[in-house]
């Protein structure tokens, strides 16, 4: 029994990192947020790209994870590719409880994500409008609202833009 307990202990490990990084992933999607909001895009790159280096890592874990659960579920009768709720029927004391608290986690953990997540979108969706109604109020010429300065393949139009009060402090 001492191995099929190793086994058990290396799947609630890796469980806990699994765990680790998304929490790391809901911290980087909350300072997206944060920088969306503010509305200083400088750092949204970045912010970006570290978000994609945190799902690369948890997608890796998972397939650890998958290879794991795949290992010790023959042991327990459960079929392959099982899931943590069957995994937590299935195991023995203590590992039932183990694994029905890193299934409660992680679904607490995923409503967190998707709420975050939420909001990010609506923030892009909002920033990308905002750019699309300042390219075409830029794009309007005085002759002509509404007419781009550039057709579509990227050459200037025939007419020209009229005046336009910019602000000068931005």
Same mark, same amino acid.
């Given at each position: 029994?001492?191995?099929?307990?190793?086994?058990?202990? &290396?799947?609630?490990?890796?469980?806990?990192? &699994?765990?680790?990084?998304?929490?790391?992933?809901?911290?980087?999607?909350?300072?997206?947020?944060?920088?969306?909001?503010?509305?200083?895009?400088?750092?949204?790159?970045?912010?970006?790209?570290?978000?994609?280096?945190?799902?690369?890592? *948890?997608?890796?874990?998972?397939?650890?994870?998958?290879?794991?659960?795949?290992?010790?579920?023959?042991?327990?009768?459960?079929?392959?590719?099982?899931?943590?709720?069957?995994?937590?029927?299935?195991?023995?004391?203590?590992?039932?409880? *183990?694994?029905?608290?890193?299934?409660?986690?992680?679904?607490?953990?995923?409503? &967190?994500?998707?709420?975050?997540?939420?909001?990010?979108?609506?923030?892009?969706?909002?920033?990308?409008?905002?750019?699309?109604?300042?390219?075409?109020?830029?794009?309007?010429?005085?002759?002509?609202?509404?007419?781009?300065?550039?057709?579509?393949?990227?050459?200037?139009?025939?007419?020209?833009?009229?005046?336009?009060?910019?602000?000068?402090?931005?």
């Amino acid at each position: 029994m001492g191995a099929l307990a190793l086994s058990l202990d &290396e799947v609630s490990q890796v469980l806990w990192r &699994e765990r680790e990084l998304l929490d790391l992933l809901l911290c980087k999607l909350e300072v997206e947020q944060l920088v969306l909001a503010s509305g200083r895009n400088r750092w949204l790159a970045t912010v970006t790209r570290e978000v994609e280096l945190v799902l690369t890592q *948890i997608k890796q874990t998972e397939l650890m994870r998958a290879v794991l659960v795949d290992a010790v579920a023959g042991q327990f009768g459960l079929p392959q590719g099982a899931t943590l709720r069957q995994l937590s029927e299935g195991t023995p004391p203590p590992w039932d409880v *183990i694994f029905e608290r890193h299934r409660a986690a992680f679904l607490l953990t995923s409503e &967190e994500l998707n709420a975050v997540a939420r909001v990010n979108r609506d923030l892009l969706a909002r920033g990308a409008r905002a750019v699309q109604e300042a390219l075409a109020w830029l794009c309007e010429t005085a002759e002509a609202p509404g007419v781009p300065l550039y057709s579509s393949a990227g050459v200037a139009a025939a007419t020209t833009a009229g005046p336009h009060f910019v602000d000068g402090r931005l």
